[in-house]
């Protein structure tokens, strides 16, 4: 998949311009350093990440145990064959949590509206949430940092499109290059809910950030940074609890990240023996990792 990607990523840059238009006249060399970032995203310990990547010391008796769930939004109904609306339920009946995070703002979990985008919640969530009698935290920014954060995101899409026409088409191109690669890995919610999809959403995103104004990935951290602190200080407050984090697939590699130097944080997997659903096969993906880094960069 990843040399797919990769091969796709260079022809998709033959010719193309970004950065300063005074150094448009360089394009090779241009080329040759999204190459360089691209391979040491794959090489850097940041740019993987492992089980061994996490800090190692032991969780304190009074963390509390935190599991986060990728949720595909619409993408539930047709990219993973076992992973419908109905599996995500059970999965959340399964893990019986005492917190439950939702990728929602507080008018929306109050109103249960129906999401056009994020599809679980009418089809399985607020289902869940008719029986659930623990605390929902809302993880989405509240306004003014709603609105800000979107317009910020916003006025660096219309500066690519206005300023820079055809690396906007490049990366727009890019990025169905890159879910057309990436959901046939999809076999089941462990596929999704694995190292190798957040492997491949950190190379997506360093991408696609790399020819964005800064602000587009500014907006995207300080998102991810506001969730991530909410569910940090809901394990401070509910040591000993389970809490379960839901979150759009493309936030996740982020969020783990955060959370496994969290204090009062003990980060579980979702799948695997030592994961929350240990009956669950686990996707493998540190093997074919390291092999793509051996032969690809």
């Known amino acids: 998949m990843t040399f797919g990607i990769m091969k796709r990523s260079r022809e998709l840059w033959s010719g193309a311009r970004f950065g300063n238009p005074s150094t448009a006249h360089e394009p090779a060399l241009s080329r040759m350093a999204v190459g360089l970032a691209l391979c040491v995203s794959l090489l850097s310990p940041a740019g993987i990440v492992l089980s061994s990547d996490r800090r190692e010391t032991l969780p304190q008796p009074s963390s509390a145990t935190v599991v986060v769930v990728s949720t595909l939004h619409q993408l539930h109904i047709y990219a993973a064959p076992d992973y419908g609306f109905p599996v995500l339920e059970k999965i959340l009946r399964r893990l019986r949590p005492d917190i439950l995070a939702v990728e929602l703002r507080g008018e929306d979990l109050s109103s249960r509206a129906p999401q056009p985008i994020k599809q679980e919640y009418q089809e399985a969530v607020f289902p869940f949430l008719r029986g659930f009698t623990g605390t929902v935290v809302t993880l989405e920014p509240e306004d003014p940092d709603y609105s800000r954060l979107v317009k910020m995101r916003h006025d660096a899409e219309r500066v690519m499109q206005q300023s ?26 462990c596929d999704v809910n694995s190292d190798l999809t957040d492997l491949a959403v950190r190379f997506n995103h360093q991408f696609i950030h790399s020819l964005y104004p800064p602000e587009f990935a500014r907006a995207r951290q300080e998102w991810n940074r506001i969730a991530g602190e909410k569910i940090s200080a809901a394990a401070r407050s509910n040591p000993g609890k389970r809490i379960v984090v839901l979150m759009g697939f493309e936030h996740d590699y982020w969020l783990k990240e955060f959370l496994a130097n969290e ?32 032969q690809f960069c």
């Open 164 to 189: 820079h026409p055809e690396t906007k088409r490049i990366a727009d191109k890019f990025y169905q290059e890159f879910y057309a690669y990436l959901t046939p890995q999809w076999k089941s919610y």
């Open 263 to 294: 204090d009062g944080v003990k980060l579980l997997p979702l799948c695997g023996p030592s994961g929350a659903l240990p009956d669950a096969a686990p996707a493998k993906r540190t093997d074919r990792a390291r092999k793509w880094r051996q």
